[in-house]
């Protein structure tokens, strides 16, 4: 089909082509098309690369000329990297990386300096610093249920954690690790206002993880959780000493639906293993894969967040502290009317609330089928006590059928589901390899309510999709991004480790349209998609010797002239400026055994002007943005004479950017 494509006949079958080209500012270029046929260099250009019409549509759609920029960010997960890549959108550029959890050289994280070691510190997980995180769920904060430009935030589910980015520099300000839990898989990320963090536990353990129980008694001491982290705008933090959890029987929590709108202040957290099982391959259990797919339904939680909230501030709902949390115990959640269960079909991933906020949206992954439930009948079902009993932790299950407003066919391997502005809901199909496009009540061109309309196969096996402002209470639509698990052949081999790979579709028409594949390094588990003007980064830093993490002014800022080394016994600090293209002092000379101190404040004002420290055979590489001061400290433990550098290319003069630390042999 990619056969001697005339250009003539392109022209009638891509309008759209045509009327792209018509956007050109290039007013001799349209004058030649004529309306009917591209210049020759152009239809010269198609046909030597066997372009079919599609893949020209695909590529001025994408296409962001140089100089120019894309209209929107995505954030996408680094998985097992433990970082966040910025990618523009529709070009599928990476713009940057964002290290979260795991080392970067490149931005002198974790390289050696003193503020990621805090950083790393506040995350020890078990009292062990983790060098590496499994980001799955970036979360933009939120106001009024829309994206603010202001924080990302991205979960770790190895250690139960979460990193904080400020959006101002793009750069982590604080890593919190949930102490009762080993593992999560975010519940449900943001409230509407970034009230709350929800994080939901994944794998059951005792509360709190440190603590030993065999697994024989998985029913009677292990447990899950969601905890709520209240987040403080002003300051950019969480405020850990604020948080609230509820206890959760030990199933799998995991992926959640936060309310909107109406149904703000409840979140739905879907869960996996109502079975309670557990591991025992040896002990000639079945594996977990079939112990855990046992029943026909789990449960999705149903928290009403805020009405614990209230009860807790008013003293009404008792708690007990645990490795300094504040938790309500399942009885009381149940008691206080906080915490019930509807039964969902089967191994459910994606919870996710339409845009009004009337519908929760399951996707289960052993379903053909999306089931949505109704806010409003989960409402008058807990109303009208419509129950089918307790699960064996005493929670009310609400009756399936008093919940549930439809189930609609979808095929297999329904995962996750998000929204755009026109009314339409895309399910990601994780084993037909497919987005399935499908209408909530209405059909936006007059469809059959709740149905399928389009399926568009992807490449391979989709787990997340993410359609811009797709999780918010105003999704912009135009772009849908397919998360793939496998890429397989759409990427030239590069050894038996294949890259994943991320898919760009045009949700803009009546048609979905696949534009470009994005091959990526790292599991890309959940993306979030804004358009770019929201966000305001500085562009250097607003004064001069701000310290990285605090973004106050550094006690160690070294103004110009202020250069100096002060000795005091074996401790040595030396105050350092770094500016085009020099540092002051340019040598260090300590003896073996001394403990050095550096302080480099980066005194460019330039836009772009970042100078790199990198100091040989001591695993140090400083990143120093214009206005940061950086700290390292080292214990000068070897002698001999070691070169330092700018290791970022700042100048013509670069290249001599450089010092000496001597060390001498100590005695
Ligand atoms: S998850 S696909 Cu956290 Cu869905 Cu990975
Ligand atoms: Cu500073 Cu290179």
Redesign the pocket.
């Known amino acids: 089909m990619h056969k001697n494509v005339k250009l003539l006949a392109l022209t009638a079958a891509a309008g759209i082509a045509v009327f792209a080209l018509a956007q050109w500012p290039v007013k001799g270029l349209f004058a030649q098309l004529g309306g009917s046929s591209l210049p020759a260099g152009l239809e010269a250009i198609v046909a030597s690369r066997e372009l079919s019409p599609d893949d020209v549509e695909a590529a001025l759609k994408t296409y962001v000329p140089p100089g120019s920029y894309d209209e929107f960010l995505l954030f996408a997960s680094g998985g097992q990297a433990g970082n966040i890549e910025v990618i523009g959108v529709p070009s599928m550029r990476l713009i940057k990386n964002i290290p979260v959890f795991s080392k970067d050289s490149w931005q002198g994280f974790g390289i050696g300096d003193d503020d990621t070691k805090r950083l790393f510190k506040q995350g020890a997980a078990a009292g062990q610093i983790q060098e590496w995180g499994d980001v799955h769920h970036p979360a933009l904060s939120l106001t009024n249920g829309q994206y603010d430009g202001q924080f990302l935030f991205a979960n770790d589910k190895a250690n139960a954690r979460i990193g904080v980015v400020d959006l101002r520099d793009f750069k982590v300000r604080q890593i919190i690790k949930n102490p009762l839990i080993a593992t999560n898989h975010c519940g449900a990320k943001m409230t509407e206002n970034s009230e709350y963090y929800v994080e939901g536990a994944q794998f059951g353990n005792p509360l709190p993880f440190t603590e030993f129980s065999p697994m024989s008694k998985y029913k009677e001491n292990y447990r899950g959780l969601a905890t709520f982290w209240p987040f403080d705008r002003a300051s950019g933090k969480f405020v850990t000493n604020r948080s609230f959890t509820i206890e959760l029987p030990p199933y799998y929590q995991d992926l959640g639906g936060m309310g909107k709108k109406i149904s703000h202040g409840w979140v739905f957290i879907n869960t996996f293993n109502a079975e309670m099982a557990t591991p025992g391959a040896l002990e000639g259990k079945p594996a977990m894969e079939v112990q855990v797919s046992q029943r026909e339904m789990d449960y999705l939680h149903v928290i009403h967040w805020k009405k614990a909230e209230e009860l807790l501030a008013s003293g009404k709902l008792p708690t007990r502290t645990i490795s300094g949390m504040k938790v309500v115990s399942i009885d009381q959640a149940v008691k206080a009317g906080i915490l019930y269960n509807i039964p969902e079909p089967k191994s459910p991933h994606g919870s996710d609330v339409t845009p009004d906020g009337r519908f929760i949206v399951v996707s289960g992954k052993l379903d053909p089928h999306v089931t949505v439930f109704s806010f409003d009948k989960i409402q008058k079902a807990i109303a009208s006590k419509s129950f089918d009993g307790k699960d064996p932790f005493g929670i009310p299950i609400i009756k399936f059928d008093a919940a549930v407003e439809a189930q609609v066919e979808l095929g297999l391997g329904p995962l996750h589901t998000e929204f755009d502005d026109k009314g339409y809901a895309y399910t990601s199909m994780f084993l037909d390899s497919s987005i399935n496009k499908w209408t909530l009540e209405k059909g936006p061109r007059g469809e059959k309510p709740w149905s399928l309309v389009e399926s568009l196969p992807v490449h391979y096996n989709t787990g997340h999709l993410t359609v811009a402002g797709g999780d918010t209470t105003q999704p912009y639509g135009k772009y849908l991004v397919s998360l793939n698990k496998w890429s397989l052949d759409r990427a030239l081999p590069v050894g038996p480790l294949h890259p994943q790979n991320l898919q760009l579709i045009d949700i803009s028409g009546e048609k979905m349209k696949l534009l470009a594949d994005a091959p990526v390094v790292g599991e890309p588990h959940y993306a979030v998609m804004a358009p770019a003007k929201i966000f305001k980064p500085w562009k250097v830093y607003p004064e001069v010797g701000l310290n990285g993490l605090t973004l106050k002014k550094s006690a160690t800022a070294t103004a110009p002239g202020q250069e100096r080394v002060a000795r005091n016994g074996k401790d040595v600090h030396v105050y350092m400026t ?1 500016i ?2 020099r540092f002051v002092p340019d040598r260090i000379d300590v003896k073996q055994g001394d403990k050095v101190h550096l302080h480099i404040t980066n005194l460019d004002r330039a836009e772009d002007a970042t ?2 420290f990198a100091l040989s055979a001591h695993n140090i590489n400083l990143s120093m943005d214009p206005g940061l001061t950086v700290d390292v400290d080292f214990v000068a433990d070897r002698s001999g004479v070691f070169p330092f550098y ?1 290791s ?4 013509a003069l ?1 290249m001599e ?1 450089m010092g000496y630390l001597t060390v001498a042999k100590g005695n």
């Open positions: 770094a085009r293209s100078h790199g700018c970022e290319f700042c100048s670069h950017m």
